[in-house]
């Protein structure tokens, strides 16, 4: 939602998508693509915000995927997308939502396209990764805050 500043007019403008880090491991090859394959996907999320200079937010996107296949690692790929936003004229609840939300939505298709590639690279089938709602991810943070403090609220009481 628009701040109320008259003078302000919100704008959100993505300045900059590039990739921050990319590593991808396969300890067990060439051994793992004579066994039997039958992976185990394991997806760890992460975001980070970064506040820089005149309304200026680095957001990274960490994804860490792992593959095992009979209790042997087969690949780790793990990419760090970030891009830069100018976000201003908007009131605090509404920013944190799009650097929560829009934000991420924005760098999947990068993070999820250098996922796909790296395992194609290293010899292994086809991984994409499945769409992820990150506004259902933002609400749910938002209620287990909200939890938490009535939690803590009613114990202080």
Wanted: glycine letters at 2%.
């Amino acid at each position: 939602m628009p701040d109320a500043t008259p003078n302000e007019e919100p704008q959100f403008i993505i300045q900059r998508i590039y990739a921050k880090d990319i590593s991808f491991e396969s300890p067990h090859t060439p051994q793992i693509f004579a066994s039997e394959w039958q992976p185990e996907t394991n997806l760890q999320l992460n975001t980070n915000v970064n506040p820089l200079e005149d309304d200026h937010y680095e957001v990274e996107l960490i994804i860490t995927v792992t593959v095992k296949s009979k209790e042997q690692t087969a690949f780790l790929v793990e990419v760090n997308q970030a891009g830069v936003f100018y976000i201003t004229g908007y009131d605090a609840d509404y920013k944190n939502q799009l650097l929560a939300s829009y934000c991420p939505t924005s760098l999947f298709p990068y993070a999820r396209e250098a996922i796909a590639s790296l395992v194609s690279k290293g010899g292994f089938p086809e991984m994409h990764l499945s769409p992820i709602n990150f506004d259902a991810l933002y609400a749910q943070r938002l209620e287990e805050q909200n939890a938490a403090e009535a939690d803590s609220a009613s114990q202080l009481a």
